[in-house]
């Protein structure tokens, strides 16, 4: 294995694959979402482009290149450019520290399924998924417009709220782990025999709340709330500009659901992995399973978003405020607790 | 940054005002300070067309007033006109009208369930009730070959007679429903976040509730048992055993309560008009010609957005000399501010929504 | 359709109680079934409106009906004739009350005495042109403001007039 192979091309090769991989999940999503939503209420939803409607958001994208990309003449350019490709750019960037496996050996080489390995990864991946507020609330101040004015600052303070029952219960984690590194959280949960979320339930419960209101999701999806404020931050964007918001909502979708995989349901692990008579699972790739999770939780996301009606902003609020962060809270002291007469 | 009072904007184009209303709001951040509807958008100048159009050329344009239960504004107004004409409607016709009408309430009521709970934000709920919804247009299509603007009800009884095979496909979507309404209300009634955005939120006191003059469903959720069809019966309502649903404490959770209770009560009456349906003509004896001496005549019928009233002034021709409607929506809408006040803005959506307004109604 | 045959003694109770606090003012009256009809002179409509909703318990304001009397006078001669009909629940009774008004003359507001008469007014005044004194903001309803006329009378043309646009 040349240098030239090893430092160069294998680490353009997995960039591109970074990046592909996140934009063919948003693919998946949007007909995913399209089709399950249309068929829990009773519809069909989109089955015509390519079979059983695969290639709608290929459509959908091509469309949205097509259009004309308008400025509102009130807008702040800079600003007004800049806040779709922040919010796209934070969730990619995230994407970089998401294990997707244990190493593969190839002949003598292995090969890593990650691009970087930090031992802080889970503090990077928070913290580059909350630069998109940025995004948001530049999205909604550069449109120079109340509609999504207002949409942005809701949706900033949605968010702040729930990063913090987000960061306790994952701490709880990185409690039970000893680590805060991702792939080791996944080895950790292999070694004990037992996954995060049978383990503490309630720290998987109160971080999947915030996941779908971190991610702007029904039933938290009042900043975008189409009956009441029209499309709320991203009102005035059209055309490409308008896809990379629609985009990164998915891409961060799809994040949320990689980390509930990783850090509460063992990653690439098979189930029962402990388990003698079923070691048969083991054939099947890390990979295969981790997708197999990922899609599930993504098809939760959905189904959520068919069921429930909106919560009202100050509902919210109060729902974060009063009962997740002090149950976070609570969860957090029992962990440590548990963890310092251990 | 501080924020004062800043002046939205919904509508004309929005898509939870129902219809093409402008509603002018004052807001500080959240909370709703006024609103001011500004409508017209669909003025079609209905009342001064009338007049140029003889009685029963106004009939099929009563359609599109409300055009989600058409049904309900051709007996109002043809009850009006038989009232003023002195004509007797033969008791077939008058229980195929309760049939008609009931229906048409059924599926105004799904339809306005649909909507609602669209805006708050269960976008399913919508399509189950439409599904529902869907079955009954069905009827009114074999009954007269329309689904909307249905113009069934004529002047001097209705335009066909309903056969046994119709009777049995009606009985068959009257065991349907209930079905579908019991999905909506597993997905609603209990839910805590649908009961948060309900419960408490949009009331009116009944004395307050009167003199705005609300009626309907709004009005009868703060528990006044104001309903036209036992208060002053019309078409042999006075014939059927059904109860009035009422609220308690005038909220936008008892309006959607008491619209629901009202879906099983129609589906009682129909049931008993169809099961007590007398022979006989479907339609009286007309003139050819319907020339009306001068006059003067007031209808009310208990349309399912409230309180439906034509007057009509006859000038001894074939057409009207002056035909006014009283719209149930247009003095619903009026109490929108007074509800509104205090709450917050993402309540106006479901208060607009739980007044259930149509602007074909309010605008004529 | 028929209405309720017996003439209800509460509504000529009413009717005596009206005339003898209005001598004079009341120019017509009369109770057929569950309606009382009086045709009043203008300047009671506010304390007479007042006195059947406070006193003779007609709670509730159905409707507000303005005829144009262009083509066929009425009585009185005056141009509009407006009719004010009340209700009054539990019980329903109705109450017809009429006024003549003319050309250029304005109405006292009943929007003190009941609350839903706001819009209603508006209507006349957009429909009709006729101005009510004390309504708390007369403007038009339907029609764009700088609209010119009152299309609901005789005198306008179906098909509006032309403004060259």
Redesign the interface.
């Known amino acids: 294995m040349t240098p030239f192979v090893a430092d160069l091309l294998i680490p353009v090769g997995k960039i591109i694959a970074v990046i592909l991989y996140p934009m063919i999940m948003v693919m998946v999503m949007i007909w995913l979402e399209r089709r399950v939503v249309a068929l829990m209420q009773g519809r069909l939803g989109p089955n015509r482009v390519g079979f059983q409607g695969v290639l709608q958001p290929v459509a959908d994208a091509a469309k949205l290149f097509f259009k004309e990309d308008i400025i509102p003449r009130q807008a702040d350019k800079r600003l007004f450019n800049i806040s779709p490709i922040l919010v796209m750019f934070s969730s990619l960037l995230a994407f970089c520290f998401i294990p997707l496996g244990e190493p593969l050996r190839v002949g003598t080489y292995t090969l890593t399924l990650w691009i970087a390995d930090s031992p802080v990864g889970l503090l990077i991946v928070l913290g580059l998924s909350a630069i998109s507020v940025f995004g948001v609330i530049f999205g909604g101040w550069a449109s120079n417009s109340k509609y999504p004015l207002m949409g942005a600052l809701r949706s900033v303070v949605q968010v702040l709220s729930y990063e913090i029952p987000a960061g306790l219960t994952v701490l709880t984690v990185a409690f039970a782990a000893r680590s805060m590194d991702l792939v080791e959280i996944v080895r950790r949960q292999e070694s004990s025999g037992i996954w995060y979320g049978f383990l503490m339930p309630v720290s998987f419960v109160v971080f999947w709340i915030s996941a779908v209101a971190e991610t702007n999701r029904a039933p938290f999806d009042l900043p975008e709330a189409e009956s009441e404020l029209v499309a709320g931050y991203h009102t005035e964007y059209s055309g490409m500009k308008f896809a990379y918001f629609y985009m990164a909502e998915y891409a961060h979708m799809v994040l949320a659901s990689s980390l509930v995989v990783l850090l509460f349901f063992g990653g690439w692990l098979p189930p029962f992995q402990g388990v003698k008579a079923l070691a048969f699972l083991h054939a099947v790739p890390g990979f295969v399973w981790y997708l197999i999770k990922i899609m599930f939780f993504l098809y939760l996301y959905v189904w959520i978003r068919a069921t429930f009606p909106r919560y009202r902003f100050d509902s919210l609020i109060r729902l974060v405020w009063k009962w997740l962060i002090p149950l976070a809270l609570a969860n957090f002291l029992a962990v440590a607790l548990v963890r310092f007469l251990r | 940054m501080a924020f004062k009072e ?1 002046e ?1 904007n919904m509508g004309p184009q ?3 005002t129902h219809g093409v209303l402008r509603l002018k709001l004052a807001v500080d951040n ?1 909370v709703v300070l006024g609103i001011e509807p500004v ?2 958008y669909l ?1 079609r ?1 209905m ?3 009338w ?2 159009l003889t009685y029963v050329q106004v009939v099929p344009l009563t359609d599109r007033l409300d055009y989600l239960a058409s049904l309900s504004n051709n007996l109002g107004y043809v ?1 009006t006109v ?2 003023l004409a002195g004509i007797e ?1 033969p008791r077939r016709a008058q229980y195929i009208r309760v049939v008609l009408a009931e229906l048409q309430r059924l599926a105004s009521h799904l339809a306005w369930a649909g909507f609602m ?8 709920v ?3 009730g439409f ?1 529902a919804r869907e079955e009954i247009l069905d009827i009114f299509e074999e009954y007269c070959g329309a689904r909307l603007t249905i113009h069934g009800i004529r002047i001097g009884g209705v335009i066909h007679d309903i056969d046994t095979g119709l009777v049995s496909r009606i009985r068959t979507v009257l065991t349907n429903i209930p079905k579908r309404l019991a999905d909506i209300r597993t ?2 009634d209990e ?1 805590r ?2 009961k ?2 309900t419960v408490g939120v949009g009331r009116i006191a009944a004395a307050e509730a ?5 009626t309907g469903p709004p009005l009868r959720a703060c528990g ?3 309903d036209m069809r036992k ?2 019966p ?2 042999s309502y006075g014939d059927f055993d059904f109860d009035v649903p009422l609220g308690r404490n005038g909220d936008v959770y008892d309006r959607y309560a008491v619209r629901l209770e009202e879906i099983g009560q129609s589906i009682r009456i129909v049931g008993q008009a169809l099961d007590g349906l007398p022979e006989g003509p479907f339609m009286a004896k007309m003139p050819r010609v319907l020339k009306i001496a ?1 006059g003067e005549a ?3 019928i208990e349309a399912p957005k409230g ?1 439906l ?1 034509f ?1 009509i ?1 006859s ?1 001894g021709t074939d057409k009207p ?2 035909v ?1 409607m ?1 719209s149930p929506s ?2 619903n ?2 109490s929108l501010e007074h509800m509104c006040k205090g709450n ?4 106006v ?1 479901g208060i607009l929504g739980s007044l259930d307004i149509v602007l074909g109604e309010i ?2 | 359709m028929p209405a309720d045959p017996a003439d209800r003694p509460e509504l000529r109770q009413t009717l005596e109680a009206l005339t003898a606090r209005f001598a004079g003012a009341v120019l017509a009256g009369a109770v057929e079934g569950r309606e009382l009809a009086v045709r009043l002179t203008k300047d009671v409509l506010a304390p007479a409106l007042r006195f059947l909703k406070d006193e003779r318990g007609f709670n509730a304001f159905e409707d507000l009906v303005v005829f144009d009397n262009l083509q066929a006078p009425a009585g009185g001669g005056a141009r509009f004739t407006v009719l004010y009909r009340l209700y009054l629940f539990p019980g329903a009774l109705r109450a017809r009350v009429s006024v003549d008004v003319d050309e250029g003359e304005a109405l006292d507001s009943a929007v003190p005495v009941y609350r839903s008469a706001d819009w209603a007014e508006r209507e006349a005044f957009d429909m009709f042109g006729i101005r009510f004194d004390g309504h708390p903001g007369l403007r038009r309803i339907y029609l764009p403001d700088e609209f010119e006329g009152h299309p609901l009378r005789k005198d306008f043309p179906l098909a509006g007039r032309d403004r060259g646009l």
């Open positions: 800043i939205l929005h898509p939870s959240e409508l017209g003025h100048g009342e001064k067309l007049e140029s009850l038989e009232r409607i709970a669209n805006d708050i934000g269960a976008m399913s919508l399509l189950y599904e997905l609603l839910n976040i649908w948060q955005r009167i003199d705005y003059g609300l006044v048992a104001w208060d002053i019309y078409s001068p007031f209808h009310t309180v009233g007057t002034r000038n000399e002056r006014k009283k247009f003095i809408l009026q917050l803005f993402s309540d959506v605008d004529k």
